[in-house]
C-alpha cells in the first residue's frame, strides 16, 4: 500500500471512487462530476494537499482536504474521507493521516478540522483514534416552508456580498462550505429584509436548489423570524439547510416551528496541530 498526494490523479477516477466508497452512505450522494468540481472549487480542495491511498495504480481511500485561512488560522477541512469496502478493516485511513499531518505541520497549517454523521459511530472512532476531538453539533433539514401568516409588513433587497458587512455576522457559527468565503466563490444569491429603515435580516440561497446557507435575524423582534422566512419563501417554498450550529436554540425552534425535517446530525470535529 502506498500514500501520496492526488495533485496528478485523474477526476474521474477520483469521483468514481468516491461514489463507490459513499454507496449506502447515510444521506444520497449526488453522482455528477460538475457538482464535485463545483462545490470543491467553492471551498478551495487542493489536492495536492489531499492524500489517497493506493494498491498498485488503484486508489482504494482518500481524504480530501481543502485549505483556507479561517477565523484567523491557517486551516485544513476534509471534505470527504473514503475507504473501498474490500479495503475496510485496515487502518487505511489512520495510514493515510499518519503520512499526511506531518506534511500538513511542515506546510504551517494550524488545525484540521472535518464533519461526521453523529450516527457513524466508525468513522468518529477512527477520527477520535487519530486524535480528533469534537467541538460542535450540527442540525440539518430540509421540507417546504409553512408558515401560518405570511408577514408582509417587510422589503426584500437583493445585495452584492461586497455591499454587506459581514463583519455583523458571527462566520464561526457556520460550517466550512457554509462560510461566507465559500458561498461568494458560488451561484448564491445574499437578501436583505428591511423593516422600516432597519435591515433586520438577511439570507444567502442559492434559489434553483433551495439550499439556504446562511440566514440570520440581526434586529430581533416579536415577529422577524416570521419576516425572514416569510422573505425566503418569495425566493424559495421548499429549502434544504445543513449544519445548524446546535447551540443557536432559538433559531432551531424557529425550524421546527414551520415544519421542517430534521435529517441527519453531524459533529464537527478538529485537531491542533500547532
Same mark, same amino acid.
Given at each position: 500500500?502506498?500514500? @501520496? ?25 449526488? +453522482? ?62 489512520? &495510514? ?8 500538513? *505541520?511542515? =506546510?504551517?497549517?494550524?488545525?484540521? $478540522?472535518?464533519? #461526521?454523521? $453523529?450516527?457513524?459511530?466508525?468513522? /468518529? /472512532?477512527?477520527?477520535? /483514534?487519530?486524535?480528533? *476531538?469534537?467541538?460542535?453539533?450540527? =442540525?440539518?433539514?430540509?421540507?417546504? +416552508? %409553512?408558515? *401560518? ?9 437583493? +445585495? ?6 459581514? &463583519? ?13 468565503? $465559500? ?7 445574499? !437578501?436583505?429584509?428591511?423593516?422600516? &429603515?432597519? /435591515?433586520?435580516? !438577511?439570507? #444567502? ?5 433551495? !439550499? ?11 415577529? %422577524?423570524?416570521?419576516?425572514?422566512? &416569510?422573505?425566503?419563501?418569495?425566493? %424559495? @417554498?421548499?429549502? @434544504? ?9 432559538? *433559531? ?8 421542517? +425535517? ?11 496541530? @500547532?
Amino acid at each position: 500500500m502506498t500514500i @501520496k498526494n492526488l495533485r496528478n490523479i485523474d477526476f474521474e477516477i477520483l469521483i468514481e471512487c468516491f461514489l463507490e466508497c459513499f454507496a449506502g452512505y447515510f444521506v444520497e450522494m449526488p +453522482i455528477d462530476l460538475n457538482y464535485y468540481e463545483e462545490r470543491w472549487r467553492m471551498a478551495k480542495v487542493d489536492l495536492g494537499m489531499s492524500f489517497g491511498a493506493f494498491d498498485g495504480d488503484n486508489l482504494v481511500g482518500f481524504v480530501i482536504h481543502a485549505v483556507d485561512i479561517r477565523d484567523n488560522a491557517f486551516k485544513v477541512h476534509n471534505t470527504g474521507t473514503g475507504v473501498l469496502p474490500n479495503y475496510r478493516g485496515r487502518h487505511i485511513v489512520d &495510514s493515510i493521516y499518519d503520512h499526511a499531518l506531518p506534511i500538513l *505541520k511542515e =506546510k504551517g497549517i494550524e488545525k484540521s $478540522t472535518l464533519e #461526521v454523521i $453523529t450516527e457513524n459511530i466508525p468513522a /468518529r /472512532r477512527v477520527y477520535e /483514534r487519530i486524535g480528533f *476531538k469534537g467541538i460542535k453539533m450540527f =442540525k440539518c433539514y430540509h421540507g417546504a +416552508i %409553512s408558515i *401560518k401568516k405570511e408577514r408582509r409588513d417587510f422589503n426584500l433587497q437583493k +445585495i452584492h456580498f461586497d455591499a454587506f458587512d459581514w &463583519s455583523r455576522t458571527d462566520q464561526n457559527v457556520y460550517s466550512w462550505d457554509n462560510h461566507i468565503e $465559500t458561498l461568494k466563490r458560488g451561484p448564491f444569491v445574499a !437578501y436583505v429584509v428591511h423593516k422600516g &429603515s432597519n /435591515r433586520e435580516s !438577511y439570507f #444567502v440561497v442559492n434559489a434553483t436548489t433551495g !439550499y439556504l446557507a446562511q440566514f440570520e435575524v440581526l434586529v430581533e423582534n416579536e415577529y %422577524s423570524w416570521e419576516r425572514l422566512f &416569510s422573505a425566503i419563501a418569495q425566493i %424559495s @417554498k421548499t429549502v @434544504k439547510i445543513n449544519n445548524v450550529d446546535g447551540t443557536l436554540n432559538q *433559531k432551531i425552534d424557529f425550524l421546527n416551528h414551520i415544519g421542517l +425535517i430534521n435529517t441527519v446530525d453531524q459533529f464537527e470535529m478538529e485537531l491542533i496541530l @500547532k
